[in-house]
């Protein structure tokens, strides 16, 4: 196992796909398996745009192809500039990698741009024979509660459905009151955190429930329609009633960050525009904000992983106990884990890996 970050620093020379206007282009990457892709923001009119954003892959053995495709954002149908495959092999002994590449047309007959990428690769740490017993009550589990809020049908289950499961379904069933998933995520190797995601249906702003729903969150996905203008306009109410109703235990609010789902389908309003996004993400106080797809499983690992380190810049208020014991601290919850001693000392045990449909 190992991990690979791929900076897409900037590209040009890209090849015009517009008649009467420069190129709207994003960058779509992904390994081997494309049922995992991640995508850059997309910048408006830009001959040579300029990304500095990094995205993270848990690598296998085997995946051995960086796919890089650069699209030009059409209303109608996104139009592909240029792609190229990196061999992944050449990372391997020095880790290290920051080049143009070129970027080739269908068939791979003709350039049609350049792009700039860094890529780091870095193997996790293992336990092998020759290495040392490795430290169980050194191990720490953060049990971190999170919710995805938002307007109707704007595709919170489904996120929450492809994270958790990598599954999606085109059939749309409305969420009644609130859904529970769990997710078990290695953020490093000292570090395991379970992701309990709350889905609360849209409707359940207008009710007297949410501040119960709210309790304890550390953290907050607010969801939108890219297709719907007026899911967009709806984002505000969200974040200032999550503000109202619950707060991290220094007063802070928690650390949400908005996602513009349905981004393979085309687009209506301030999304079109990741400058102006940028702007409003910071004028209404939100971490960050991505294009998501759980159709096209674009960006939602991203995202996630983005919200965990954004938490975890909290940790320093979790007073971490004794191996097996647990320890409250406002809104954050942490229990060490226990080591392999005291689990064989326990006379039952049982639970599961993950629980838990809109479209996109």
Same mark, same amino acid.
């Given at each position: 196992?190992?991990?690979?970050q791929?900076t ?9 796909k ?8 994003? &960058? ?19 001959? %040579?745009?300029k990304? %500095? ?6 690598h #296998?053995?085997?995946q051995?192809? #960086? +796919? ?9 149908k996104?139009?592909?500039i240029?792609?190229?495959e990196i061999d ?5 002994d !020095?880790g +290290? ?7 080739? $047309?269908?068939? @791979? ?6 792009i +700039? ?7 996790l740490?293992a336990?092998?024979?020759?290495a040392?017993?490795s430290?169980m ?7 971190? !509660? &999170?919710?995805?809020? @938002?307007e109707?049908?704007? $595709?919170?289950?489904a ?12 059939h749309y ?29 849209g ?12 309790k304890?969150?550390? @953290? ?8 719907r @203008?007026?899911t ?5 109410k ?5 503000? %109202?109703? &619950?707060?991290?235990?220094? $007063? ?6 908005l ?13 079109n525009s990741?400058?102006?996004m940028?702007?409003?993400?910071r ?8 294009e998501?797809?759980?159709?096209e499983?674009i ?14 810049? +909290? ?29 064989n ?10 629980s838990g449909?809109?479209?996109?």
């Amino acid at each position: 196992m190992a991990q690979l970050q791929v900076t897409v620093i900037e590209a040009k020379n890209l090849k015009k796909k517009d008649t009467l206007s420069e190129n709207d282009p994003f &960058v779509v990457l992904y390994l081997d398996d494309a049922n995992y892709k991640q995508k850059t923001k997309t910048k408006q009119n830009a001959k %040579n745009p300029k990304w %500095n954003q990094s995205f993270v892959f848990n690598h #296998l053995y085997g995946q051995d192809v #960086l +796919h890089v495709d650069v699209y030009d954002e059409d209303s109608v149908k996104n139009d592909k500039i240029g792609s190229v495959e990196i061999d992944l092999r050449q990372l391997y002994d !020095k880790g +290290h990698l920051d080049q143009w590449f070129d970027l080739k $047309g269908k068939f @791979g007959l003709a350039r049609h741009g350049e792009i +700039h990428l860094i890529l780091d690769f870095q193997r996790l740490r293992a336990n092998t024979p020759s290495a040392p017993p490795s430290n169980m009550d050194q191990k720490k589990e953060y049990l971190f !509660k &999170v919710l995805v809020i @938002g307007e109707l049908a704007t $595709g919170k289950t489904a996120l929450v459905k492809r994270y958790v499961h990598n599954f999606f379904s085109e059939h749309y069933r409305a969420t009644i009151g609130v859904d529970f998933a769990l997710k078990i995520v290695k953020y490093d190797d000292d570090t395991v955190i379970r992701l309990q995601l709350w889905d609360i249906a849209g409707q359940e702003r207008f009710g007297n429930m949410t501040r119960v729903y709210y309790k304890e969150a550390v @953290g907050c996905f607010i969801v939108f329609d890219v297709t719907r @203008g007026s899911t967009f306009e709806a984002v505000t109410k969200w974040k200032t009633d999550l503000d %109202n109703k &619950v707060q991290l235990p220094d $007063g802070n609010p928690v650390p949400c960050v908005l996602l513009a789902n349905k981004c393979d389908l085309a687009k209506e309003g301030l999304v079109n525009s990741a400058q102006q996004m940028d702007e409003f993400c910071r004028a209404k106080g939100f971490a960050n904000w991505f294009e998501t797809s759980a159709k096209e499983n674009i960006n939602i690992e991203a995202s996630a992983r983005f919200l965990i380190s954004e938490i975890m810049k +909290h940790n320093e208020q979790l007073q971490p106990r004794s191996p097996g014991s647990y320890a409250r601290s406002g809104t954050l919850t942490v229990h060490d884990k226990p080591d392999e001693k005291t689990k064989n000392d326990r006379k039952c045990c049982g639970g599961s890996n993950d629980s838990g449909d809109s479209k996109s």
